[in-house]
């Protein structure tokens, strides 16, 4: 079955780096798009970044712009997301999807987006 596997949160100061990976299995990762989330308690899941599934383009919210990177090695079934500078109000849990149809990019439709993860915490200490 598909199975998308979160790690690499933790606690960082302000303006420290994490990278997250997103380990995908039970599908064909290489012919779907992947995309990053976040979702604080009570609120909304929240797009934060997206890759095709050739890895050719990637998409980022106003909000991580010029901090975070997203990208994918489709040799290892790995998305990960490289987030630098980071500032408090980045809290939050952070989940990984795989689009809900292959050869399609969904950029950041929540609803287009399947299989998601447990999640992993990062927590940014100002």
């Known amino acids: 079955q598909v199975q998308l596997v979160e790690s690499g949160g933790g606690l960082v100061q302000a303006g420290g780096s994490l990278r997250l990976s997103c380990v995908a299995s039970g599908y064909a990762f290489g012919l779907y798009g992947m995309g990053w989330f976040r979702q604080a308690p009570g609120k909304d899941r929240e797009f934060v970044a997206s890759?095709?599934?050739?890895?050719?383009?990637?998409d980022y919210s106003d909000s991580v712009k010029g901090r975070f990177t997203i990208s994918r090695d489709n040799a290892k079934n790995t998305v990960y997301l490289q987030m630098n500078n980071l500032k408090p109000e980045d809290t939050t849990v952070y989940y990984c999807?795989?689009?809900?149809?292959?050869?399609?990019?969904?950029?950041?439709?929540?609803?287009?987006?399947?299989?998601w993860g447990q999640g992993t915490q990062v927590t940014v200490s100002s």
């Open positions: 890759i095709t599934w050739r890895g050719d383009r990637t």
């Open positions: 999807a795989k689009d809900r149809q292959a050869f399609r990019y969904s950029y950041s439709a929540v609803a287009e987006y399947e299989y």
